[in-house]
Structure formats: structure tokens, C-alpha cells
């Protein structure tokens, strides 16, 4: 062999040799970058389990933060608040009742007109209108006489079918979903704008008096009977339903909850006992914390940088608005420490709340082959492109995690509510029969996680006490269920009865 051929046998063996390892690098650096992101899935994993011992803790202290509440004001992270609806609808209410959803950019005006028993629902109307930008910014004059126009508008459409008894005014539900201070069915102050709204003069006002004078002024016929919330109106539609449903909870993108109370148990009630020797209790359950939640770096990290640290602690770990943030959030680490997507951090990762739960929902309930609803997600949303199929099988154990952190911590919730009403258990010959109303967007979307919540509550019941508890779904609280609220709070049902 010349000198030539052994230079270039030589030259092309240390160009073998280089590459080899180069790929015998790229592998051990993919190698450990693969045993990181396995390292940093494990660990949420462990910090986000919900072992039944612990759910009992969590249902124990829901019970004790609920009898604190009814207490005292103040004296619980509940905040227990008594609604004054005392009366639920049940089934023979009969009429022509209205409602107003009042909660967002958007207010919602339906006509629900009741037949009794035989009846039901005879038939319902509703229109949907936007609030345009500026009063939501302004008077509180300019804004409840805009509604009061819209409503009167509304009404003008009454069919033949709605026939108003003389010498009688219309009676509206309202569902209004922003913090009031309640002092009767149908009076409440209000405590604070949110969701882009920043109406100073209205603040510390009666919105029931505001409407109320707003409609006089737009001569509309029409009286408030009930002030309201959606989780009330959910439980409100659930009893006419059904008049074993004693708690409705809200899994949307919020979370709330709450129950049908014996007057007698609630200390911090001082006004007459009702005739119903019931009250409905507003749990305002998202503000719920206990020591036994199992709560992770990146709950906290959210919670830190939210515009209410500290407050809504059990909203920010189950319910819409937060469980894909908390994915984010994983994924962002994973990016950054274990090179997840890539040697570059897509840059949208870095977006909070980018990631919303119905794209988490979607990728969780992937069942195809090669998880391909999940690469279109990240691409889509994300702008991240040619991920692997072991990437996208860590994404989709990842919802699981936090999905199933999220039920199961709903279920203790709701174990919480039953223990208080001494609903958790079933003596021997009892025939008692519980049943529990929701709705949400998260509850009616996300079938894993309402499977799991379901699933959870039995377990956490066990099997003889879980067969006299059923769910079910009751849409609409916020709109048939005020109108349900205004008619068993009717004004004409007082005036009869004297």
C-alpha cells in the first residue's frame, strides 16, 4: 500500500471514529435529557398525588371550614354566604317569569313560562346582547338604563301564549356574577367590578335598586323577586327537577358550590326562622385551602404572579381557567431544563394561559395511534412542529396528572358537603337519597375528569352509600334557574298567603 492509500485509509478511519462519536454524544445527551423530563413528570406526579387517606383529610377540613363559616363572618376561608332563598321551586310553580344574566361582556333576558307539574317548562325565549365597550367604563346610570332598554325590547316581543294577570308586574330572577353583599332576596351591594368592568358610582349601591330604577324610567312593568347567583340558580333547577337534590356545584371556569342548610344549624343567623326551616348556603368554595391539598412549585409560582395571591386557592387547582395553565407551566421546565422540544425554547411556551383547558381537554382524549390531535395542538397553539411520538405520549400523561388531581380534589369537595349534611353515610333500613346538580364547561366537556370525579366520590362513599347519591347534569342556571327563583320567590305567593 502506498503512502497515499495508507493517508487516506487513516484520514477516513478518524472520520469514522469522529462521527461515531458524535452519535454515541447525541445519544447519551438525548439519553439524559430524556431521564430529565422522565425525572421532572415523576416528580409532579408524586407532589400532585390524591391517595384516598389524603382526600378524607381534604374532606375533613372542608367540613371544618364550613361549620367555622356558618359561625361567624370571617371566622372561615368559606365564606358560607346566606342567600336568603329559602324557598326552592318544586315543580308546581305555574306563570310567566323572566330572568337576567348579567356576568360578562354579553347579558342574557329569557322568558320561561311554567305549567306546574303536568306542564313543566311550557316554553322559553332568549335573547343574547353585547354591552358596548364604553359602558362598561362608565355611569352606573348609562349602563342599567342600556339593560333596562334591551329588557323592555324584550319584553315587546310577548307572544299571545303570555298573558300578564291584571293589576300585576312581571317578575325577573337576576343572576348577577360579580361580588355582592347580600341583605335580602332581592337586595344586594355591590362589593367590586371584575371581568373588565370599572363602574365607580355603582360601587356600595343596591343593583337590584339600580335596575329597579332604571326600568321605571324605561316604564317597564317589571319587579326583581331574586337576586341570585349561577351555582343557586344550578341548585334552584336541579330541585325542580328533582326534589331530593340537596348541593349543586359549579365546574366551569371558575368553581363554586352550594347547599340546601337546616336554618337551625346556622349560628351566625340571627333573623326569623323561615317557614322552610331551610336556607341555601353559597359555599364560595374556590377560596377553600387546607395544609392536605397537595399543592406543587408551579401552583405556587401561578398563584404568586395571579391578581389575587393567596386567594382562591382550590379555584386555581380544579377548575377550567387554571388546569392548562399548570400544564404550561411543566412544559416550560421541561423546555428549559431538559430541552423537551428542541435545543431553542418555542417562544410561545412562555405565554401564560396560552395553553387553555379545552386544547388540554382535546389532547388528553387523543386516541389516535400516533397521538396526532396532540402534534396539531402544539403546532397549532404553540407553533411547535415535528414532535415525537414518546414527546406527545409525556404531554398526554401529563394532562392525566393534573386532570386527575383536579377531580379527585372536587370529589373531597363534595365528600366535604355530604359529611356536613350527614349525607356521607346511610343507617341501616334508611332509604335516603341524595342528589347532586352541576353544570360547567369543565363538567360537561372534559369527560376523563367527570369520570374520575365520579369514580372518586364512589370510591370515597364506598359501595352502599355511593348507590343513594347520583349526579346529574342541570344546564342553565343562570338563566332558567333565576326564572325558577323569581317564581317560588314571587311576590304574589306573600301577598295570597296574608
Known amino acids: 500500500m502506498g503512502k497515499v492509500e495508507v493517508g487516506a485509509a487513516v484520514i477516513c478511519t478518524a472520520t469514522v471514529c469522529a462521527a461515531t462519536a458524535l452519535i454515541v454524544r447525541h445519544r447519551m445527551r438525548s439519553t439524559g435529557r430524556w431521564a430529565k423530563v422522565m425525572a421532572i413528570l415523576n416528580e409532579v406526579e408524586e407532589k400532585c398525588a390524591t391517595p384516598i387517606a389524603k382526600l378524607r383529610q381534604v374532606a375533613d377540613a372542608m367540613t371544618v371550614e364550613m361549620h367555622a363559616g356558618l359561625a361567624s363572618e370571617g371566622g372561615s376561608k368559606l365564606k358560607m354566604i346566606i342567600s336568603y332563598v329559602d324557598n326552592l321551586p318544586n315543580g308546581d310553580e305555574k306563570g310567566v317569569f323572566y330572568a337576567l344574566d348579567l356576568g360578562g361582556t354579553n347579558f342574557r333576558v329569557l322568558r320561561v313560562h311554567l305549567g306546574g307539574k303536568e306542564g313543566r317548562v311550557v316554553k322559553q325565549d332568549v335573547a343574547e346582547v353585547s354591552i358596548p365597550p364604553h359602558l362598561m367604563l362608565g355611569t352606573s346610570h348609562d349602563l342599567f338604563d342600556y339593560i333596562a332598554e334591551e329588557l323592555a325590547k ?33 337586595s344586594g351591594t355591590l362589593i367590586k367590578w371584575t371581568k373588565g368592568f370599572s363602574i365607580e358610582d355603582a360601587v356600595g349601591e343596591d343593583v337590584v335598586a339600580e335596575l329597579t330604577k332604571a326600568m321605571e324610567r324605561k316604564g317597564l312593568n317589571m319587579r326583581v323577586s331574586a337576586l341570585v347567583n349561577d351555582t343557586i340558580g344550578t341548585l334552584a333547577g336541579g330541585r325542580y327537577d328533582d ?11 371558575g368553581t363554586n358550590a352550594a347547599y340546601v342548610e337546616r ?22 368554595w374556590g377560596n377553600f385551602r387546607s395544609s392536605h391539598l397537595p399543592l406543587t412549585e408551579y401552583d405556587h409560582a401561578m398563584d404568586y404572579e395571579s391578581l389575587n395571591p393567596g386567594e382562591q386557592i382550590f379555584e386555581k387547582i380544579i ?16 423546555a428549559e431544563e431538559a430541552a423537551l422540544f428542541g435545543d431553542t425554547i418555542p417562544e410561545k411556551l412562555r405565554t401564560p394561559f396560552i395553553l387553555r383547558t379545552p386544547e388540554m381537554s382535546a389532547m388528553h382524549h387523543d386516541q389516535s395511534s400516533d397521538l396526532r390531535n396532540v402534534g396539531n395542538k402544539l403546532k397549532d397553539i404553540l407553533g411547535i ?6 414527546t406527545r405520549k409525556v404531554i398526554v400523561e ?9 377531580a379527585r380534589l372536587a370529589a373531597a369537595g363534595v365528600i366535604g358537603i355530604l359529611k356536613k349534611l350527614g349525607r356521607d353515610t346511610v343507617g341501616e333500613g334508611e332509604k335516603q337519597k341524595t342528589v347532586i346538580a352541576m353544570d360547567g364547561g369543565l363538567f360537561e366537556n372534559y369527560h376523563i375528569f367527570r369520570q374520575c370525579l365520579y369514580d372518586t366520590i364512589k370510591e370515597m362513599l364506598g ?13 342553565d342556571g343562570s338563566g332558567v334557574g333565576a326564572a325558577l327563583l323569581a317564581s317560588s320567590h314571587s311576590h304574589y305567593l306573600q301577598v295570597n298567603e296574608q
Open 154 to 186: 324584550f319584553v315587546a316581543t310577548e307572544g299571545e301564549d303570555f298573558h300578564l294577570a291584571s293589576g300585576r308586574q312581571r317578575e325577573l330572577g337576576f343572576t348577577f356574577s360579580f361580588p355582592v353583599r347580600q341583605t335580602s332576596i332581592a
Open 463 to 475: 359501595e352502599g352509600v355511593s348507590d343513594s347519591v347520583r349526579i346529574v347534569h342541570f344546564n
Open 319 to 334: 377548575s377550567g381557567m387554571y388546569l392548562g395553565e399548570i400544564v404550561r407551566r411543566v412544559l416550560c421546565r421541561m
Open 243 to 253: 326534589s331530593d337534590v340537596a348541593v349543586a356545584v359549579i365546574l366551569g371556569t
Open 385 to 390: 412542529s415535528n414532535t415525537s411520538l414518546k
Open 398 to 406: 401529563l394532562c392525566n396528572i393534573v386532570s386527575t388531581r383536579g
Open 263 to 284: 336554618a337551625h344549624a346556622i349560628p351566625k343567623w340571627h333573623g326569623p326562622l323561615p317557614k322552610s326551616e331551610e336556607m341555601v348556603i353559597n359555599i364560595e
